[in-house]
């Protein structure tokens, strides 16, 4: 089935016949891949949402600071097409601003939707994903005539086609991009800030940040690093009008120059260190006459000044760079991290078509291979991307790959979970779902599993019950999961309490969130 071309520059929608719906995304990509304008993008991509879910219709929709403007559409009869509305009257923004991805079975049920603005059309059910899932710059919609609840293996598709779309917009950005400085900050972002109070517009906060934005051998460096010496200063010189002796002189300069280091780098601190010697060696020591020899304790007090100040500067110093690499080390694995997650959502993405072709006949069996695939991948998404989640999230992201009927949830509250408390519970109910459905309840057909929360005193109890399936024995041994789950749990400061009695496993995990 093909569709003729919408205008000049667009391609021919990708073919479904012969070939299956692996081959044609695999043309989408390659065609995606030739692109030369974010035009061309939004055409190919649209047409390639229709073809691959086979869709009614098909949008693109642009980030424009606070608006959404469909840029381009695929569809049996017009939709919205060059006009704009607020982000926050718009499934398209509600996508891109909470990066998630959105399936509507019934528009009109659905709280987010301006039923007005989809009345005139065909659309009943919908799909929407981000274009770009760190920071969405657009999101990708599909649309259908009638009734239907899109299917895990079809938001991955969508999913998919969304993401080579944005690696090929920022191809072409980088293209077009001029050589020399960097491209200028997108337009949301040029966004002046609100007026601010004279207090706020001297804070400490404020000149720390133009300091760091000019680099450490900027005038506003040198700059800072006066200012520090002058205030230390005028703290000196406000504790000897108060008439208490007995200060020593260099006191108020070193807490100048290490807030120069931290803030300027080691030139200004090196120079508040200098100016602030200077300034308690003029207004503080006692005055010093032409025949009059420089005392003991004159050189000593600045020989431990000088030293101080030096080992301030080279430790601060190390320190800053060390974390700099550290940082930069981390950036550098987590970009490794998304990358090979990309990756791993094409390998998923091609062993669901191999399933579903294998499974052509038994197509119960390859919906459900094809969901638990797809909650794999997004579990393992919201880990990498780092992703605040609650409780009740993580269970849903681990559990809908099985029977959901078989789960009872007795959860106290909503609280967003810290990243490694999220991390070690995801991998203990990975762990738990496992063992139910290789020798516990999940592995018959009666079997059931309650899940219950409780919280006290910031820290969280998870109970994990299992009831209805064969008879449980000790284990002789523990297997790998068993034994690195405790060892994550104990050392993130939890305890781990397994109860393998005859009726079912019972599993307890207590632990900091």
């Not at 047409?47 to 840029?71: E, I």
């Not at 790959?401 to 999220?422: C, N, P, Q, V």
């Not at 969280?460 to 009831?467: C, F, I, N, Q, Y």
């Amino acid at each position: 089935m093909k569709l003729p071309n919408r205008s000049e520059g667009s391609v021919a929608l990708l073919s479904l016949e012969g070939g299956g719906e692996d081959v044609s995304l695999l043309a989408f990509v390659r065609r995606l891949s030739s692109a030369k304008s974010l035009e061309e993008i939004m055409a190919i991509a649209s047409q390639a949402v229709r073809a691959s879910l086979r869709a009614d219709g098909a949008t693109f929709v642009l980030r424009d600071a606070d608006r959404c403007h469909y840029a381009d559409e695929d569809a049996v009869s017009p939709l919205w097409k060059g006009r704009r509305f607020p982000m926050r009257a718009c499934i398209s923004g509600w996508c891109m601003m909470n990066r998630q991805t959105v399936a509507i079975a019934d528009i009109y049920e659905d709280p987010r939707i301006p039923a007005d603005a989809y009345r005139p059309t065909f659309v009943k059910s919908l799909a929407m994903v981000p274009v770009g899932r760190d920071a969405p710059v657009a999101a990708l919609g599909a649309y259908w005539s009638e009734k239907r609840q899109p299917q895990p293996e079809e938001l991955m598709r969508l999913q998919t086609i969304a993401d080579a779309a944005a690696v090929a917009a920022a191809s072409v950005r980088q293209r077009a991009a001029p050589a020399g400085p960097p491209a200028s900050t997108p337009r949301e972002e040029r966004v002046p800030p609100p007026p601010r109070s004279a207090l706020g517009r001297f804070s400490f906060r404020a000149c720390a940040a133009l300091v760091r934005r000019h680099g450490e051998r900027s005038l506003e460096a040198y700059g800072f690093a006066v200012l520090c010496v002058v205030v230390a200063t005028l703290v000196r010189l406000a504790a000897k009008a108060t008439g208490v002796h007995g200060l020593v002189i260099y006191s108020t300069y070193y807490p100048a120059t290490v807030a120069a280091i931290l803030v300027g780098g080691r030139r200004a601190g090196a120079l508040a260190a200098v100016l602030g010697g200077l300034a308690a060696y003029s207004f503080f020591m006692p005055p010093l006459y032409a025949f009059v020899s420089v005392t003991v304790s004159d050189v000593l007090n600045v020989a431990l000044y000088a030293g101080s100040c030096g080992l301030i500067i080279v430790v601060i110093d190390r320190y800053e760079r060390a974390v700099s690499r550290l940082r930069e080390e981390d950036a550098r694995h987590l970009t490794i991290a998304r990358e090979e997650h990309h990756r791993l959502k094409n390998a998923m993405f091609v062993a669901q078509c191999i399933v579903k072709q294998s499974l052509s006949d038994m197509p119960e069996r390859a919906r459900t291979i094809s969901q638990r695939l797809w909650a794999s991948q997004q579990e393992i998404g919201d880990r990498v991307d780092n992703r605040a989640v609650t409780l009740r999230d993580l269970l849903m992201a681990e559990l809908q790959a099985y029977d959901l009927t078989k789960f009872s949830l007795e959860l106290e509250d909503g609280r967003e979970l810290s990243h490694k408390a999220g991390s070690i519970l995801s991998l203990a109910v990975h762990e738990l779902t496992t063992n139910a459905l290789k020798y516990g309840a999940l592995s018959t057909p009666n079997g059931r599993v309650s899940v219950a929360s409780r919280n006290v005193g910031g820290r969280m109890s998870l109970r994990w019950r299992e009831t209805g399936g064969p008879p449980v024995q000790p284990p002789k041994r523990r297997g790998y999961g068993t034994v690195l789950l405790r060892r994550i749990v104990e050392g993130a400061g939890g305890v781990l309490a397994v109860d393998y009695s005859p009726s079912g496993v019972t599993a307890e995990i207590s632990l900091a969130v």
